[in-house]
């Protein structure tokens, strides 16, 4: 008996090894076939939001009226980094304002839009904006301080960017491919 129990230990151990191997080539393919199969990703649309800018109050809807994208950047005064983005802006664009209205919309309560305007040498094209009302704000998820959002001309979101994330080539690359 005990000659039969060495040679079941082995069977079971040939059989584990075996079974194990199937089962990791499995995962190993089934990982690959994902990996090539493109999913379509859920597209995001920018939710219903107001801005006061210089010509008024505004709704997201306005950003329909054109052809063109929309690249808003939130920022925050009192923040050395966004006023450093704003300055970056200001220096190029790289050809963004050709495919996207850009949008300066400060963060804090109480900024005017002419505060916005002295914190860089403005693009001629800018719209500075800030929240027309409290949930304005909140209907942007994961919105921190100079959040760049780059939004199709569907009003679709392209890209959420935060702060520190600055590659103008790239978003000109995205909406020219939009």
Known sequence: M??????KTKATYVVTIIASFILMSLTFFSACADNNLSEPKA???IPEISLTTLEGKITSTKFLEDSKG???LFISPNWGTCVSELRKLALSDAGLADLANIYIIGMNPGYSIDRLKKMSDNGPSWIYATPSDTTTLSKLSGLTRS???????????LGR?????WNL?????????T
């Not at 005990?2 to 040679?7: C, E, H, I």
């Not at 760049?148 to 979101?157: A, C, D, Q, R």
């Not at 080539?169 to 491919?177: A, D």
């Open 2 to 7: 005990y000659k039969f129990d060495r040679v």
């Open 169 to 177: 080539t790239e978003w000109v690359s995205i909406l020219n491919n």
């Open 70 to 72: 929309e690249f808003l």
């Open 161 to 165: 960017y935060r702060m520190g994330e």
């Open 43 to 45: 597209v995001e649309i």
């Open 147 to 157: 959040t760049k959002i780059l939004v199709g001309p569907n009003n679709e979101i």
